[in-house]
């Protein structure tokens, strides 16, 4: 019996009629269900409830309904417990969603007999020190950003890479990106675009203030140190776009690989170059309708 933990959307699927359908078949195929509290309260089947820390350790895969953002949230939160994820797609194409909603059943009766495969992401860590004590950790699937508020003047962000200086970059800020996240705010920032089967991290400056700053790329043993100059100014920490941290005078960044990966379960022969040419073509239409 396959134990599986479900991530609804209620903004995609407002009913969770979607929800209680996968429910339904993953129980007549003798798999048993995990759904935090609350999601169970909402459809009535108190019998399914967990504690989230309980979904990510107990269950053999997690179903997560919505889009990459979704998708993006959870990783960070099943963390050290690498649970395999099956990105459900609710909303446009995606880079990191696997299946659309038509082929859902189809990709669990694979799951269930275990014909998929794994692809590992990397995640990074990132570390704030204040006057070299640590004061928070985070972990990030695509990017950690830092960057100036909205009425601040521009930063200088002076850049390690382990112990040797590498730059000092006045602009709006800095993002400090995964594989998996070079198709995102990076490459909006001019930044690279990188199979995420590799494994290395991106440096890309927003902005910045000078002709001759572009983009680095560093092993994944290397460990990034930002110290921000302008300690006065208003400036935030950004983890995958959805967590934000307001930095404090004498803090220091520091970012590297995590110990841990993501798991992302795989059901078809989709490759990244291929979503990657869809994507581009699909931006290509964009900006043709908005000439």
Known sequence: MKRV???PNFTKDKNLDLTKKIIQWIEQHDGEVLLQKIDAEKIHRKDLAYKADEIYAYADFIIVLGGDGTLLGVSRRVGKNETPILGVNLGHLGFL???????????????????????????????????????????????????KG??????????????????????DGLIISSPTGSTAYSLSAGGPIVDP???????????????NARSVIISDREKIRVEIEDRKNDILLTIDGQEGYKLQDEDDIVVKKAEFSANFIRVNHRTFYDVLRNKLAERTVLHKDNV
């Open 150 to 171: 909205a009425f601040a003047r521009i930063i200088n962000l002076k850049t390690f890479i382990d112990n040797n200086y590498l730059d000092t970059y006045p602009a």
């Open 197 to 211: 089967k590799n494994s290395l991290l991106i440096i890309t400056p927003i902005c910045p203030h000078r002709l």
């Open 97 to 147: 969603t696997e299946v659309e909603i038509g082929d859902i059943y189809q990709a669990l009766e694979n799951i269930m007999a275990d014909h998929y495969a794994l692809e590992k992401r990397m995640m990074l860590e990132v570390a704030v020190f204040n006057n070299n004590k640590l004061v928070k950790t985070f972990f990030a699937l695509n990017d950690v950003v830092i960057t």
């Open 5 to 7: 933990g479900i991530i």
